[in-house]
């Protein structure tokens, strides 16, 4: 376990620039320690964040050509930002050039920009460690995320969902469908409407 790791990071280091290759350590770490807080799988963990970047660097017109040529799946939103698909592509590359066959962490390297309803608890530790890793520094309530992710992943998950759609809308970016899915059903979580222990503190 520990040589495939430090593969990757080899690996990673060569493909990512600086500050990318930073980050994605940031995630695998802060993975790691979610992981350990909600009894996930560190191994699963780490390989997750330290792979969900692994197709962010490259450029978005090479990105389109290569979802197209391994019939990946392109949407209206990945059209007009190719930046999203890195997360698609990025799943690929995990799969075909890093050996992953686990596919829960696949899932949870192809949800993690976007979001979507019903993750799992990987997926959901994901999502949240990459918008919360020590380098991010660029959202207002980062403390209260940070905070909140060690409490509830759930209301965390609708936090940063809510944050991120209302960041887009004033942007005037475009907005992925799925993300509008994510943030619906987590609404309904936190509000208690889809189980009986959503919300909790």
Same mark, same amino acid.
């Given at each position: 376990?520990?040589?495939?790791?430090?593969?990757?990071?080899?690996?990673?280091?060569?493909?990512?620039?600086?500050?990318? %290759?930073?980050?994605?350590?940031?995630?695998? *770490?802060? $993975?790691?320690?979610?992981?350990?807080? *909600? @009894?996930?799988?560190?191994?699963? &963990?780490? +390989?997750?964040?330290?792979?969900?970047?692994?197709?962010?660097?490259?450029?978005?017109?090479? !990105?389109?050509?290569?979802?197209?040529?391994?019939?990946? @799946?392109?949407?209206? $939103?990945?059209?007009?930002?190719?930046?999203?698909?890195? $997360?698609?592509?990025?799943? #690929? %590359? &995990?799969?075909?050039? #890093?050996?992953?066959?686990?596919?829960? /962490?696949?899932?949870?390297?192809?949800?993690?920009?976007?979001?979507?309803?019903?993750?799992?608890?990987?997926?959901?530790? +994901?999502?949240?460690?990459? %918008?919360?890793?020590?380098?991010?520094?660029?959202?207002?309530?980062?403390?209260? /995320?940070?905070?909140?992710?060690?409490?509830?992943?759930?209301?965390? /998950?609708? +936090?940063? =969902?809510?944050?991120?759609?209302?960041? =887009?809308? !004033? !942007?005037? @970016?475009?907005?992925?469908?799925?993300?509008?899915?994510? *943030?619906?059903? #987590?609404?309904?979580?936190?509000?208690?409407?889809?189980?009986?222990? &959503?919300?909790?503190?």
């Amino acid at each position: 376990m520990n040589s495939n790791i430090l593969y990757i990071r080899m690996k990673l280091k060569e493909k990512l620039d600086e500050d990318r %290759y930073e980050h994605t350590l940031g995630v695998s *770490y802060t $993975a790691v320690c979610l992981a350990m807080r *909600y @009894g996930e799988d560190l191994y699963r &963990a780490e +390989i997750a964040g330290l792979l969900h970047d692994c197709a962010k660097c490259i450029p978005d017109e090479i !990105k389109l050509r290569k979802c197209r040529k391994f019939n990946i @799946g392109i949407s209206a $939103a990945e059209l007009a930002n190719p930046s999203l698909l890195h $997360a698609k592509l990025g799943a #690929y %590359y &995990a799969m075909n050039k #890093y050996g992953v066959r686990d596919m829960e /962490v696949i899932n949870a390297i192809q949800c993690h920009t976007t979001g979507k309803p019903a993750m799992s608890t990987l997926e959901k530790i +994901i999502f949240i460690a990459d %918008y919360i890793e020590p380098r991010r520094d660029r959202a207002e309530d980062l403390p209260k /995320v940070r905070k909140m992710a060690f409490v509830d992943l759930d209301r965390t /998950v609708y +936090i940063i =969902l809510k944050d991120t759609l209302d960041y =887009l809308k !004033k !942007k005037g @970016g475009p907005i992925d469908p799925m993300s509008e899915k994510a *943030y619906r059903f #987590y609404e309904e979580e936190v509000n208690g409407t889809n189980s009986d222990t &959503a919300g909790q503190e």
